[in-house]
């Protein structure tokens, strides 16, 4: 510790006045985003200090943010999208982890540079050749838009190459022993033993692509399809920014899942997006 | 900080000399292994190393969405990129952006890592509060932040007149636009430094503070010199350029809150990207934009390679 003085010192009081600053300020937009979903259209345009509204109006907006625009259809499609990358991306890296963590073969190398090398590519660089590719097959404006370029993840290769090394190789062997192929290891075995880097990874995978508006904007127009920051942001056109009470209202719905989430499981989501680090 | 770790470890030899019992050389287990790596190599190649290609092949040609025929132009896209002065004031505003935001990230980063790890009490409470911005929806926070910017009837300008301080518009004005994004940018990033800093104060060996004490570093500002600074060199290192590639792929604030706007005060590189290749099409334009990106983004992720490198013989 810095400070070793443990009674409630000056030190310590100063400690919390800045730290509750800093979180005022950190929070000012969730409560105001909050506060205002809750208020009628007059009080919001008189403009008071006041979080809490004098008349109620929490019911009305967040049923029209829900009526109004497809909201909940957007979560559906943001949990369809996520889901659908993320268990792909566990079926495609997986193997291929396991294969340059625990076998040897002519190639291995080259195909970990190339993890590496993948791993430095921003992905807006790739979206015109994307977008033109999934032009050619035919998939824009679909769920498999949303989803194709996502399939191969090389930070989750590397991650579980990683947590795969430090699994012992008699692990291994034994389980060849025992009858298991190949592929039966890396399910039966090597997944539930490597369970906190699927976890983490899990976390960062969702987070990243129920956040993410840049491609979603580019493959998809219709709006049965859209996820939930495209969503809201047709939302917010539509209604040109004038009705802020519903727009307000599905924000926090947007933002709500994830928020609770990870105050509900604060260390797995500290060491998951943390993991964007690595990226 | 064991992610650079696990980065650094992965830069030295391949796997480890693992596997079976001498046989790992047959035909069979060679088969084995490609079946298991080969869809992620398949998908590696198709869904990023051939795209990566085509971006350098269109940015080199006149190509256009749907032409069925293409001839090589040289480097006629760049010169029409770097000719444009939209792109050189949305690579000036990236640089600008960025050189507000890495710095605001890194000093309000350590200071409140500093501040919580300097006590014992409401650790956790206080640094779920600081990320919570990192993972919450930047579309939908922008659309909060707009609220809280509005002219009239926002928090900000409302306070402001309270104290009889000057109001702006705030996402309207030429002057205040980039700033007001960049200040967005700090407060979304700020509790991601701020973790990295807290496990690389984790890791600085209590010894050395004492030992401090011993040399006559009584005073908290002396460790902080003689002690915590220098032991947080390579994690300072890595969060700069960390934030740094999250600073230059800011796209959701522009596109929500000004569309680049007022003028070109806040275009920025990745909004540009898009517009010119989705919605004007120029798609030759929009490559050679998207190639910018990338030398950019290589770039700083090569030096912190080289740094990370470094930290080896550091330690």
Redesign the interface.
């Known amino acids: ?3 070793r003085v443990y009674s409630p010192s000056p ?2 009081i100063l ?2 006045a ?2 509750l600053m ?2 005022a ?6 409560v ?2 909050v506060s ?1 979903s809750i208020k009628p259209p007059g009080e ?4 008071s ?1 006041s979080f809490w509204p004098e008349q109620f109006y929490g019911v009305e907006n967040y049923t029209r943010a829900v009526t109004q625009a497809p909201l909940l259809r957007y979560m559906l499609n943001g949990v369809i999208v996520c889901a659908s990358i993320l268990a792909l991306q566990i079926a ?2 997986a ?2 982890a ?12 080259l ?2 540079a ?5 791993l ?3 992905h ?10 999934g032009a050619k097959v035919g998939i824009l404006n679909t769920y498999a838009a949303l989803i ?2 996502y ?2 993840s ?1 930070f989750g ?3 579980f ?2 947590f795969f ?1 430090t699994i012992p ?1 008699d692990v ?2 034994a389980a ?1 022993l025992d009858g298991y192929s ?2 039966g290891i ?1 399910w039966k075995i090597m997944i539930p033993m490597a369970l906190p880097a699927i976890i983490a990874f899990g976390i960062f995978s969702v ?1 990243s692509h ?2 993410s ?2 491609w979603p ?2 493959a998809v127009r219709d709006q049965a399809l859209m996820p ?3 969503g ?2 047709a939302f ?1 056109n539509e209604e040109a ?1 004038n009705d ?1 009470g519903p ?2 209202a ?3 719905l ?2 709500a899942p ?2 609770i989430a ?2 509900s499981a ?1 260390r797995w ?2 060491e998951g ?6 990226k | 900080m064991s ?2 770790n ?2 650094r ?3 030295g030899r ?8 001498g046989r ?2 047959r035909l069979s ?2 088969i ?6 080969g ?3 398949f ?2 190649i ?7 290609l ?2 350098f092949v ?1 940015a080199l040609t006149d190509w256009q ?1 749907g032409a069925s025929t293409l001839s090589f132009v040289g480097l006629a896209n760049f010169e029409e990129v770097f000719a444009d002065r939209g792109f050189r004031a949305s690579l000036f505003n990236t640089v600008a952006y960025v050189a507000i935001v890495v710095p605001g990230t890194i000093v ?1 980063g350590l200071a ?1 890592a ?9 650790r ?1 409470f ?16 922008a ?6 910017l509005h002219p ?2 926002g ?1 900000v300008n ?1 306070t402001l007149a ?1 104290l009889g301080l000057p109001t702006a518009n705030w996402l309207r004005d030429e002057s205040t636009v980039l700033p007001v994004l960049a200040a967005i940018g700090i ?1 979304q990033n ?3 430094a701020m ?2 800093f807290l ?1 690389g104060l984790k890791s600085i060996p209590q010894d050395l ?1 004492h030992a401090a004490e011993v040399d006559g570093a009584d005073l ?1 500002l002396d ?2 010199r003689t002690v ?1 600074l220098p032991m947080l060199g390579p994690v300072f290192m ?1 969060v700069f350029i ?1 934030v740094a ?1 999250k600073a230059f ?1 800011t ?2 604030t522009v ?2 809150l000004t569309q680049g706007g007022p003028g070109h005060a806040s275009e920025m590189l ?1 909004f540009t ?2 517009r010119e ?2 919605q004007y099409l120029r ?1 030759g334009y ?2 050679s934009v ?2 910018v ?2 030398i950019i ?2 770039a700083l ?1 090569l030096i912190q390679a080289r740094v990370m490198d470094k930290r080896v013989h550091y330690q």
């Open positions: 510790m810095m400070t030190t310590t400690r919390h800045a730290l800093t979180a300020l950190i929070l000012a937009p969730f105001w985003m205002l919001i345009f008189r403009a200090f495609v890296c193997p291929a396991y294969a340059l963590a625990k076998l040897e073969f002519p190639g291995r190398n195909l970990f190339l993890v590496l090398i993948a430095l590519l921003p807006e660089v790739l979206a015109l050749p994307l977008f033109i590719l194709f370029p399939v191969v090389p290769i590397f991650l190459r990683q090394k190789d291994v062997h060849r190949e592929l890396v987070v129920w956040n508006l840049f904007l580019i939930p920051p495209l809201i942001m917010k920014g802020y727009l307000m599905a924000s926090t947007v933002v994830l928020v990870f105050l604060q989501f500290l997006m943390a993991g964007n680090a690595v | 992610l650079p696990r980065k470890e992965a830069r391949g796997a480890s000399p693992a596997s079976a019992n790992s050389t287990d060679m084995a292994a490609w079946t298991l790596a869809p992620a190599l998908l590696l198709v869904l990023f190393f051939l795209p990566v085509a971006v269109i969405f309000l409140v500093l501040l919580i790890e300097s006590g014992k009490s409401f956790a206080y640094r779920a509060i600081h990320f919570l911005p990192y993972m919450a929806t930047l579309t939908a926070m659309i909060a932040w707009e609220a809280l009239t009837i928090l409302q309270g407060w700020l509790g991601f973790v990295l496990a503070y908290w460790r902080l915590t890595f960390v590639l792929e796209f959701d596109q929500v990745l990207l898009y290749s989705f798609t929009g490559a998207a190639v990106f990338l983004v290589v992720t």
